[in-house]
C-alpha cells in the first residue's frame, strides 16, 4: 500500500487547509504526524482500529478527522491554524502484507501558517 498526501500549503493564521490522504489499497488506523523544523515528529491526530479518533492536546477542538472510499481516503481539517502548526504533515496507516500489519507512511506535504 502506497499513501498519497496532498492539500498543504500557506495560509494565514486563523486560516485553514484540509489534508488529503489517500490509500491505494486497504487501511487501518490512519494517523496524521507533523514534524516542524529542529523538532521530532510528533503526533497529530488519528482512528483507533476501533474507528474512535483521537486529537492531541494541541489540536483538539480545532482539527477533525474525517474518511471515505471504504476508509481508505482519510481527511484532517484543520481551522483556525497558528503559526506553531508549521510542519510537514505526514500521513500513516496499517495494511495486511502475509497477514501481519505493517505501517505505511506517505512522503508528506508542507503546511506553513503565517503569523
Known amino acids: 500500500v502506497t499513501l498519497v498526501e496532498s492539500g498543504g500549503g500557506f495560509v494565514q493564521a486563523g486560516g485553514s487547509l484540509r489534508l488529503s490522504c489517500v490509500a491505494s489499497?486497504?487501511?487501518?488506523?490512519p494517523s496524521w504526524y507533523r514534524q516542524a523544523p529542529g523538532k521530532e515528529r510528533e503526533w497529530v491526530a488519528g482512528?483507533?482500529?476501533?474507528?474512535?479518533?483521537r486529537y492531541a492536546d494541541s489540536v483538539k477542538g480545532r482539527f477533525t478527522l474525517s474518511r471515505e472510499n471504504y476508509g481508505n481516503t482519510v481527511f484532517l481539517r484543520m481551522d483556525d491554524l497558528k503559526p506553531e502548526d508549521t510542519a510537514v504533515y505526514y500521513c500513516?496507516?496499517?495494511?495486511?502484507?502475509?497477514?501481519?500489519?505493517?505501517?505505511?507512511w506517505g512522503q508528506g506535504t508542507q503546511v506553513t501558517v503565517s503569523s
Open positions: 482512528y483507533e482500529f476501533t474507528n474512535q479518533t
Open positions: 489499497g486497504p487501511i487501518y488506523a
Open positions: 500513516t496507516a496499517s495494511w495486511r502484507l502475509l497477514g501481519k500489519l505493517v505501517d505505511a
